[in-house]
């Protein structure tokens, strides 16, 4: 299923004589769709919002086809366990948390979305490019705030300095109010007063957030960013997407082999087998006529 937010899309640009590249994006609907399907509390929404835009603008800029799936996987020692997020050249995303209904103390009025995902353990970036073509590499974590982490693992994984500016602003009610941001990679042959200048201005720029509420378009960041003017590249739209559905699960209760499908036939107390997507939540019902069948199959 695919959920669809006209206002939410991703644009990528380069600057300076193509010495820069930079992606910025409005994914305020992918996110309050995050929130609803998983019921995460505020600071859990910011940080699985945060991990889904990352592999959002990473996916923007070093995937090149529509097939193609980026996983951020974060694990920390903090309560919510672990963030993870997929995302594919089509700008289809979705992801999962450790436990959705996790707090903590936020100081001067901001998520504390350290707090929830810890300080210590590790975020991996696994890409799948077709024709059996994996890239991983992994960092660990030196903030907890997601976007230091991304920019950190993209330097030191990517060799490529990047700021990333991501933010999620959550209503007193848990809806999304804004989520977005932007991405600035830094290429080979700028000169130390080129990056000094794009340093200051990303630094003096408000928050993400802020400009999204105050109606900032993901090209009039980029406008911010860039004064002296941009090279639009293309527009993407970004969606929710979960590619789950009753086939899928059917193959894959019988791919657990006639054992295992007995046993869970065996010790069902319900009149019907029920499967939960991780990914979106959704639940399918199987009958005992269909489990039986499955049954058939996985002999
Ligand atoms: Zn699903």
Redesign the pocket.
């Given at each position: 299923m695919t959920t669809t937010n006209h206002t939410d899309y991703l644009v990528r640009a380069t600057a300076l004589d193509e010495r820069v590249r930079a992606f910025a994006l409005n994914a305020t609907g992918v996110v309050q769709e995050l929130q609803r399907r998983h019921d995460t509390y505020p600071a859990v929404t910011a940080a699985l919002g945060r991990t889904a835009m990352g592999a959002l603008l990473l996916s923007a800029s070093t995937l090149k086809e529509p097939d193609q799936v980026l996983t951020v996987d974060v694990r920390g020692n903090g309560p919510v366990r672990r963030v993870m997020v997929t995302a594919d050249g089509r700008g289809q995303v979705r992801g999962l948390v450790g436990d959705p209904h996790v707090h903590a103390d936020s100081t001067n009025g901001k998520l504390n979305v350290r707090g929830v995902v810890g300080t210590e353990g590790y975020l991996a970036v696994t890409k799948d490019l077709g024709m059996r073509e994996t890239y991983r590499g992994m960092v660990e974590l030196v903030s907890g705030e997601i976007g230091d982490d991304l920019a950190y693992y993209m330097a030191k994984s990517e060799q490529t300095p990047s700021a990333v500016g991501i933010g999620v602003f959550v209503n007193p009610d848990l809806t999304v109010e804004a989520a977005g941001g932007y991405l600035v990679q830094l290429l080979p042959g700028l000169s130390d007063d080129e990056i000094g200048a794009i340093e200051q201005r990303i630094a003096a720029l408000p928050h993400p957030t802020q400009l999204l509420r105050e109606g900032t378009t993901p090209e009039q960041m980029l406008e911010r960013i860039f004064p002296e003017g941009y090279t639009f590249g293309d527009r993407q739209d970004v969606t929710f997407h979960?590619p789950?559905s009753r086939e899928r699960f059917e193959a894959a209760i019988v791919s657990l082999g006639h054992e295992e499908v007995t046993r869970i036939v065996e010790e069902e107390e319900q009149p019907y087998t029920e499967v939960v997507?991780h990914?979106?939540n959704?639940t399918y019902h199987f009958s005992p006529d269909e489990m039986q069948a499955i049954l058939a199959a996985a002999r």
């Open positions: 979960c789950c997507c990914f979106c959704e």
